[in-house]
């Protein structure tokens, strides 16, 4: 049999009582706007993939894991740019695809699959369900380890997150969150960011090479000055208030709505990857990238649906056990239709949005 192929789904208490936002349906064909940030990430590559084609002995096989794969569109496509440039050239390819374990796993495994090109390029692939803030890949057994548009989902939110952020925000980065909330934010999300880091120079081989992605950015003195993804604030805020006015969702969904994610600033990755012995960074880059302009609104929308529902999903209902789950799906139904509306009234036709991205690198010392 020519392709190796085995679904290994980690689904223990580790991996699911952690905090984990998957993207819902419709970010497959939503998201080639994302792409746009994996090939700002391009020179990064080049140089990771160009140091390994030094490593002494050479592998026998060349282990590529991406985590957070989503449903693979974007993930294959840089697969297919990146393996035709690893060196020495007849080394087999092997990849690994993972996601956490609510994925939509048929959708990942029927994008590669049906990917003939790709087929073509690898001896075999194999997926994998687990967060990425937990152990995936046994030690030292990967090469290049990717992870894009990604590491702004935090492990875990603050536990107090409502009160941190106030009022009417459902992201720590709004205007008028107080500066000692960012801070709190900050430090959990750090310490994610660290374990992510940890855990992956276990996984990598001594030489080995890591490029992360996520949305984020700023200043080198550690501020941030963001452009508000797809002006989420007045977005969610906005279709939220419509919702409870209307009675389509509960009073008290305002104060509870939250998405939890962290922007860092170039100054969080250095200290970051400082605090990992195992670890070096090789460059940051960063770029504010124009997504979804010059397709309708519909694919707009879509992708801000797809990437925030699940994370409103499970906040406004945490704390309402007697709302079941049909009636939860009616009143998300009833807050995505609002929010559509709300979309159209803020964009104008094609106009897209900008949101900032940054990615790093890191090479596993070898000493
Ligand atoms: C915006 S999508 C990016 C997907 C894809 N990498 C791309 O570039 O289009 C973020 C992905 O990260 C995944 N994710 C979020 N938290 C995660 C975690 N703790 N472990 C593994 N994957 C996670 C989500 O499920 C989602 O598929």
Redesign the pocket.
């Known amino acids: 049999m020519k392709k190796l192929f085995a679904l290994r789904t980690v689904l223990n208490r580790s991996?699911i009582g952690?905090?984990?936002?998957?993207?819902a349906g419709g970010?497959n064909d939503s998201?080639h706007a994302?792409?746009k940030?994996?090939t700002m990430s391009l020179p990064l590559l080049r140089l990771a993939v160009d140091r390994l084609s030094h490593l002494q002995p050479p592998p026998p096989i060349f282990n590529v894991a991406?985590?957070?794969?989503?449903?693979?569109?974007?993930?294959v496509r840089?697969m297919n740019a990146l393996i035709p440039t690893i060196r020495p050239t007849g080394v087999p390819v092997q990849v690994s695809f993972?996601?956490?374990p609510?994925?939509d796993f048929n959708e990942l495994i029927t994008t590669i699959a049906s990917d003939e090109d790709l087929q073509s390029k690898i001896c075999g692939y194999n997926v994998v369900g687990?967060?990425?803030?937990a152990p995936v890949y046994p030690p030292s057994s990967v090469h290049l380890a990717l992870?894009?548009?990604?590491l702004h989902?935090m492990?875990e939110a603050p536990p107090d997150a409502g009160e941190l952020l106030g009022g009417n925000n459902c992201l720590v980065h709004e205007v008028g969150v107080p500066p000692e909330s960012v801070a709190a934010f900050r430090r959990i999300a750090m310490d994610g960011l660290v374990s992510f880091l940890r855990l992956r120079a276990k996984e990598l081989v001594p030489g080995g090479e890591g490029i992360f992605?996520m949305t984020g950015g700023g200043s080198s003195d550690g501020s941030c000055t963001y452009l508000s993804a797809f002006e989420s604030k007045r977005i969610i805020s906005k279709s939220i208030a419509r919702a409870v006015s209307s009675g389509s969702l509960p009073k008290d969904a305002m104060e509870r709505a939250f998405v939890p994610l962290f922007r860092f600033t170039p100054r969080d990755i250095e200290t970051a990857v400082g605090e990992v012995e195992e670890l070096a960074l090789g460059g940051i880059v960063q770029k504010t990238i124009h997504m979804a302009e010059g397709y309708p609104n519909s694919t707009l929308f879509s992708l801000f649906w797809s990437?925030h529902k699940n994370a409103l999903k499970d906040s406004i209902f945490a704390k309402h056990n007697e709302i079941g789950e049909a009636e939860r799906e009616m009143m998300m139904w009833h807050l995505e239709n609002h929010a559509r509306e709300v979309v159209d009234e803020h964009f104008t036709e094609c106009r897209g949005a900008r949101c900032p991205y940054m990615a790093f690198s890191v090479t596993k010392k070898t000493g």
């Open positions: 991996t952690r905090m984990g936002t998957t993207m970010y998201s994302q792409y940030s994996h991406d985590f957070g794969s989503a449903g693979g569109m974007n993930s840089t993972s996601d956490l609510t994925s687990g967060s990425f803030y992870s894009f548009v990604t989902w492990r992605s990437i």
